[in-house]
């Protein structure tokens, strides 16, 4: 065991550290988990950001119309696939560098229950709180960005 090389007054620290931070540090088992969801989701949004709509234009109404609401969807979903890669290209970013599971702002881990539930994220639930308390008030709509953000 690693933890038990020599020094033990180190085991006080580590236990205070431990009262602080209930959490721990994810594994590098565990990040490799997240990465691979990460990956596959990546892949999902990039198929969603390469489909195009067929050039031709329906002269019936009809067809048009619905080819106009393939047309709203897909740009709907191309944003959100967009918005998706970024995300996950952030979390990929912070795995590299070691920040991954952490919180953005306090720099607390991020519980395990809440990375199972949106790998991308980068704050934790009391950040992410504050977050949106604060784009509220500045009246930014957290509709479509919830959309984006809970699976
Ligand atoms: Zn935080």
């Known amino acids: ?45 990039q198929v969603v950001l390469a489909k195009s709509l067929p ?26 696939a967009r918005q998706e890669v970024r995300r996950i290209s952030a979390a990929l970013q912070n795995m590299k560098t070691g920040e991954y599971g952490e919180c953005k702002a306090c720099g607390e881990q991020i519980p395990r229950s809440r990375l199972s539930a949106e790998p991308t994220t980068l704050l934790c639930l009391e950040c992410k709180k504050a977050q949106e308390a604060e784009q509220q008030k500045r009246g930014v709509s957290i509709g479509y960005l919830r959309h984006v953000v809970e699976i």
């Open 1 to 45: 065991m690693a933890s038990r090389n020599g020094k033990a007054g180190k085991q006080a620290v580590a236990d205070d550290e431990v009262k602080q931070k209930p959490e721990r540090a994810l594994k590098a088992k565990e990040v490799d988990k997240f990465r691979r969801i990460l990956e596959i989701r990546l892949n999902q949004a």
């Open 55 to 80: 050039g031709t234009i329906a002269s019936d109404p009809g067809d048009m119309a619905s080819q106009e609401t393939d047309l709203t969807q897909l740009v709907h979903d191309q944003q959100c």
